[in-house]
């Protein structure tokens, strides 16, 4: 394996399913007016994975990289059921060497049957489940016939906390401003998950309109009261909220480890069902004219995975996603944020050029982290 040609893509996110068993109120996938999902086969076929594994394994001889992080998504993933999923795994695995695959899975948990858990297992994979909170914060996340999931997803949790491995990777929470902070972190910690990744519903300028100023505050508020929660508790202090510890670190050193904050970069690639290559799967937010901003127009049939990132990085400069906006020049903070996360910075008019949707609510949530970064200990 020679070392060759610099990247800094060490993620493919793999679309299993282009469909879903829920109908979550928030979903950037089906509910924002982007209908590009219905052209897309439901199921990747085994064509899909064995090629994006040679992809791979290219990818290693042209970069010397040994390893890549595949994320199983969705829709939902799982809707591949139980024997498909073993092959389609395998069968990738085998298709990438040398270059060795760390599997992770992002879920609804409402599939996560014992045979799952056992294919799961067995292929080392990490799994995060989608959860909102208790009962009554998990409103938005029924299913296809009107059904609450939370009591399915809870017992799932617990299936995957039963097992002796490390297959329960955390939980992922898209924040209700509605909801009380410290009874969502209490509900969701009471799970006990090594890592709780807390999301603000995506949604962009355009969308905002007149509340934009409203939403960031409200958003601010919400993460604030959440984090001066979650230090003061320290029977959570080993449960690893990632927003949080990525504001508290680059609120003191400028350098955040994570997307929410600091300059896009091209790290990960989203691979659809078909086997199309998508710049950011979270850009569908747009609606039906998200494909040219997000869509590099080639697959993994005619495209090398470095191919790709070069020609994601030359979409995301031509949308002046790489650049911070101009109405953050003079911001304190614009180091750090430059911007927020790129789906909640467009609009129709200016595309990226937009401080994000939350803009003063990421302020106020950098500022409390530098207040706690120069306390006296």
């Known amino acids: 394996m020679r070392s060759g040609r610099k990247t800094v893509l060490d993620t493919v996110i793999l679309k299993f399913a282009s469909r879903c068993n829920l109908a979550c109120d ?86 996560l049957s014992p045979a799952i858990c056992d294919i799961l297992e067995a292929h080392d994979v990490c799994v995060g489940v989608s959860l909102d909170g208790g009962p009554e914060h998990n409103v938005f996340r029924k299913d296809l016939k009107g059904r609450e999931t939370w009591e399915r997803v809870s017992r799932a949790i617990h299936r995957l906390r039963a097992r002796a491995t490390n297959l329960f990777g955390g939980l992922l929470c898209v924040v209700d401003f509605d909801t009380d902070p410290e009874a969502v972190i209490t509900a969701l910690c009471d799970f006990d998950p090594p890592a709780l990744d807390l999301l603000h519903p995506f949604i962009t300028h355009d969308m905002a309109g007149a509340r934009r100023k409203e939403l960031a505050l409200r958003y601010g508020r919400w993460m604030n009261q959440a984090m001066r929660f979650w230090l003061s508790r320290p029977d959570f202090a080993h449960i690893s909220i990632r927003v949080f510890e990525d504001a508290l670190q680059a609120a003191v050193s400028a350098y955040p480890r994570t997307d929410w904050f600091g300059r896009r970069s091209v790290s990960l690639l989203i691979v659809e069902t078909d086997g199309s290559y998508d710049l950011l799967d979270q850009l569908k937010v747009i609606g039906q004219s998200s494909a040219g901003v997000r869509n590099l127009k080639k697959t993994v049939f005619d495209c090398s995975l470095l191919e790709a990132e070069r020609i994601a990085w030359g979409l995301l400069r031509d949308a002046k996603g790489d650049v911070l906006p101009s109405d953050c020049a003079d911001c304190r903070w614009r180091e750090i944020c430059a911007g927020g996360h790129l789906p909640a910075r467009y609009s129709l008019a200016r595309g990226f050029d937009n401080k994000s949707v939350y803009c003063e609510g990421i302020g106020a949530l950098l500022d409390l982290a530098q207040e706690v970064m120069r306390a006296p200990q």
Request: charge should be positive; glycine fraction near 10%.
């Open 26 to 111: 928030y979903c950037y996938e089906y509910a924002a007016g982007d209908a590009s999902w219905r052209a897309k086969p439901k199921l990747a076929s085994p064509h899909v994975f064995r090629r994006l594994g040679t992809r791979i394994s290219e990818f290693g001889e042209e970069t010397g990289s040994r390893h890549i992080n595949v994320v199983m998504h969705g829709g939902e993933p799982l809707l591949v059921g139980v024997k498909r999923l073993d092959r389609l795994l395998s069968c990738l695995r085998e298709a990438a060497r040398p270059v060795e695959i760390k599997y992770s899975l992002q879920t609804n948990g409402t599939l």
